[in-house]
């Protein structure tokens, strides 16, 4: 670990062999330590980087797996998209990605709502009520802290997702 964080090495190598081998081309074009790199996003993903996530999506391992689709969309900050699957996943991991969608996109009550739905999570390290409030209060600045929290939180739910969902 650096600076106490994993990197995206440790992340694959917590991931089942197929997700990490199907994620790779992702990390490779967008390292976890540059994605999300803003509380809330200003804009999307560039289309270079769109077409390595459709690639990614195609792949056996990720392709039926919706909670997985939705968080590779939440790192390249496509949160319509991520949205548009999240909502479909009708359990407490689909509302943690929604709640997530939300924080980023700057919709704090409906973020709230969200992580109401999500209860107490297996995968959830940090409280998403704590979280929101704290995103709200900063996010025009996007303090390297949070930012990196966030980074935390996904990659922790996205390999509990990998494993579990």
């Known amino acids: 670990m650096v600076s106490g964080h994993p990197t995206d090495l440790e992340y694959t190598m917590n991931l089942p062999q197929s997700i990490a081998d199907a994620v790779q ?48 969309w939440l790192y390249v900050d496509e949160l319509d998209r991520s949205h548009t699957i999240s909502q479909g996943i009708l359990d ?5 990605w929604h709640g997530i ?9 409906n973020a709230h709502y969200w992580f109401r739905k999500v209860g107490d999570h297996p995968a959830m390290s940090i409280d998403g009520h704590t979280f929101v409030d704290e995103a709200g209060a900063a996010h025009p600045e996007d303090p390297a802290a949070l930012v990196q929290r966030q980074r935390d939180e996904w990659a922790n739910l996205f390999v509990w997702c990998a494993k579990n969902h």
Do not use: C, N, W
């Not at 560039?46 to 077409?51: N, R, S, Y």
């Open 101 to 109: 969608m939300h924080r980023r996109e700057g919709d704090f009550s």
């Open 25 to 72: 081309p992702l990390f490779d074009a967008l390292p976890l330590e540059q994605a999300m790199a803003t509380l809330a996003p200003r804009r999307g993903a560039l289309p270079a980087l769109q077409a390595v996530v459709t690639s990614v999506l195609r792949e056996k391992a990720i392709a039926s797996r919706p909670a997985l689709q939705s968080a590779i």
């Open 92 to 96: 407490a991991t689909g509302s943690y």
